[in-house]
């Protein structure tokens, strides 16, 4: 199993000139992605605009959004937004794309919440076509970037396994990773999908002195809008190096092919401490 690392991008406050200096730590370190987060409604960058300035700095790692919410982003532009960072990247984008939870996201926005499934349907419907446009630059590398799809409704996995490489969970124990990889797994053999999807996971740390309070209060303000939910997203927080290599190893044994760790604390002595931490795995 493949470890990333997220960008402190949706870390509200965190200083926006921290992610060249960020993503140019961890491209040299033990990590095998940049992973970032979608939010419009919050003090937060958006997340391809980012990846293309991570690219600018780095030249392995893969260059994950878990994940774009498709909806609020014409799928024209999307197409070309995506293709442009895979070509900046030199093919390493990883397009998460989902609906996202959040109606006020929607309401900026001016697109209908209720109707965002269907929305987000017709937008896979033609990304599919919109990329196979010689017209719709940058005309080199692949011809589209790796895409996955969250979700967890009977509907959503037959998104998946209809236009995706890959599923992307939405985080907490690797027992409901399990779970989910199941269905994602079965979804995938009934459409009669050849060989198999990549299997993506995700979770939160905070490293060092002082860090855990800070990140707490952190996630309790990223996702206060789950309401009670929240105190169990914050619990699941990884305060020290054996929380972090427990947790690494829960996933890998549950068949994640790649988890990313998201920070809640912006400061670039992060990016150390987690790298000690997955280097004794």
């Not at 002082?210 to 990223?222: F, I, Q």
């Amino acid at each position: 199993m493949k470890i990333g690392i997220g960008l402190p991008s949706t870390v509200a406050g965190a200083d926006p000139t921290l992610i060249a200096a960020w993503a140019r730590q961890a491209d040299t370190g033990p990590f095998g992605s940049l992973g970032v987060h979608d939010r419009l409604l919050y003090d937060s960058l958006e997340p391809l605009t980012t990846l293309a300035a991570a690219s600018a700095v780095t030249e392995r790692v893969d260059l994950a959004c878990l994940v774009a919410i498709a909806p609020l982003r014409p799928a024209a532009l999307l197409a070309k937004q995506a293709k442009t960072v895979d070509a900046l990247s030199q093919d390493r984008l990883v397009l998460g794309l989902g609906l996202g939870p959040r109606e006020d996201d929607y309401q900026v926005s001016g697109v209908a919440y209720a109707l965002r499934g269907r929305i987000f349907d017709q937008q896979l419907a033609e990304l599919r076509m919109l990329w196979r446009r010689a017209d719709l630059g940058p005309q080199r590398g692949r011809s589209r970037p790796k895409l996955l799809l969250g979700g967890g409704s009977d509907l959503a996995l037959l998104r998946l396994a209809r236009y995706a490489d890959g599923y992307v969970h939405n985080g907490g124990p690797a027992r409901g990773f399990r779970s989910a990889a199941d269905r994602v797994m079965s979804a995938w053999s009934d459409l009669g999908r050849p060989g198999r999807p990549e299997l993506w996971g995700l979770g939160y740390f905070a490293l060092g002195p002082g860090a855990y309070e800070e990140g707490r209060r952190d996630l309790l303000a990223y996702y206060a809008f789950t309401g009670g939910f929240v105190s169990r997203i914050a619990a699941g927080l990884l305060a020290s190096p054996e929380a972090v290599r427990d947790f690494t190893r829960d996933y890998a044994e549950s068949g994640c092919d790649h988890l990313i760790l998201f920070p809640t604390v912006a400061r670039l002595e992060q990016v150390e401490r987690l790298a000690e931490a997955v280097a004794l795995l």
